[in-house]
């Protein structure tokens, strides 16, 4: 089956990335988050990402592809829009701690280079050597994970029967939803010094789901499903992400992950011949928003400039989104022209 660009899953891919932006936005517009599900949008991602690398690549893989050329790859469409939004965040991380809007002895010298250093080479940031607590810079920890996913699946997952994953997804889910629960925290996991475990069980079962759904595409098993409007099923989305949770909610991060994501992506891939064409720039924007939007936030909430480090201004707010749309479309306009992918050309995360 020839590959193509599925332009719904652009519009998805945009609109997941824009809901991880709001959920960051704490105190911004009003005090916490204001799309308290936003973060389930990592959990798209992963699985995003997985149809599309088994989309543009899984016959490549099969026919002598190695894993190495696969990684390079990779690496040449990924890294160059992460080490530029990275450079920006580490620029604003040294002008927060040398300007002294954070107030703390453990900000040295030392942990500003430990932070701008782990944060340029994709390592995800927990604590620093001696225990110091500092604001994370970029989603790396998911970046990081989805290569974990990406290397297992190159160095010979892409191998294994289609019943396989769905068993390996099937426990993965099971065993998440459970920390889940046990956590009493949902899954909002992954991101703390002692959850690389736990940052794997959301990324590989998600990845694993990506390639089911595309074998189950290459087979057209879903040619009888109903095409349904793209713009409804983006904005199903935008009602997940912005379901309220005054606690943690393991229940309903498992149904929206194990159930929502994936029929979301299967129903925009079946309607894609639908998709409106302000899709395509939404899917181009996202990944340079998901690495530069963290460190422009923490300019807003940790210093005066925004004049939103006391106090919530929806307008100015708004003011904070529309930069770090502005700085997304900029990073997208200069890298672009330097990424030559194999066809089809295709971003796969923002994630």
Not at 273 to 285: H, Q, V
Request: glycine share 8%; hydrophobic share 50%; aromatic share 14%.
């Amino acid at each position: 089956m020839e590959a193509k660009r599925f332009h719904g899953l652009d519009g998805l891919r945009g609109v997941c990335a824009i809901t991880v932006m709001l959920f960051h936005c704490n105190d911004l517009f009003h005090t916490g988050p204001i799309f308290q599900h936003g973060f389930l949008a990592v959990d798209m991602f992963f699985i995003l990402s997985g149809f599309v690398i088994a989309l543009t690549y899984e016959e490549h893989l099969k026919t002598g592809f190695g894993v190495k050329t696969f990684l390079r790859a990779r690496a040449k469409r990924l890294l160059p829009v992460y080490w530029l939004g990275a450079l920006l965040n580490i620029a604003i991380f040294i002008f927060i701690l040398s300007a002294g809007y954070v107030a703390a002895p453990g900000y040295t010298p030392a942990l500003m280079i430990f932070v701008s250093v782990t944060t340029f080479f994709l390592i995800p940031q927990f604590l620093s050597p001696d225990n110091t607590p500092f604001p994370p810079l970029t989603i790396a920890w998911s970046l990081f994970m989805e290569w974990v996913a990406n290397l297992l699946y190159a160095s010979g997952a892409f191998r294994l029967k289609t019943s396989t994953l769905l068993a390996i997804t099937a426990a993965g889910w099971g065993l998440m939803t459970i920390v889940g629960y046990r956590l009493h925290t949902g899954w909002f996991v992954g991101v703390g010094q002692t959850d690389f475990v736990y940052g794997i069980l959301r990324a590989v079962p998600g990845f694993f789901a990506g390639v089911v759904i595309y074998r189950w595409h290459a087979a057209k098993l879903f040619d009888r499903l109903p095409a349904i409007s793209p713009e409804l099923l983006l904005t199903l989305w935008l009602v997940i992400a912005a379901v309220p949770a005054f606690t943690a909610t393991p229940t309903f991060d498992a149904v929206a992950v194990i159930a929502g994501c994936p029929l979301l992506l299967v129903l925009l891939i079946r309607s894609d011949a639908k998709a409106p064409r302000y899709c395509k720039p939404l899917g181009d924007i996202s990944y340079p928003l998901y690495t530069t939007h963290r460190g422009i936030i923490l300019l807003a909430q940790l210093t005066p400039i925004f004049g939103l480090d006391k106090h919530p201004d929806p307008l100015r707010a708004l003011g904070v989104v529309a930069l770090c749309l502005a700085v997304a479309w900029g990073l997208m306009k200069i890298t672009t022209p330097k990424m030559k992918p194999l066809k089809p050309a295709y971003c796969t995360t923002p994630g």
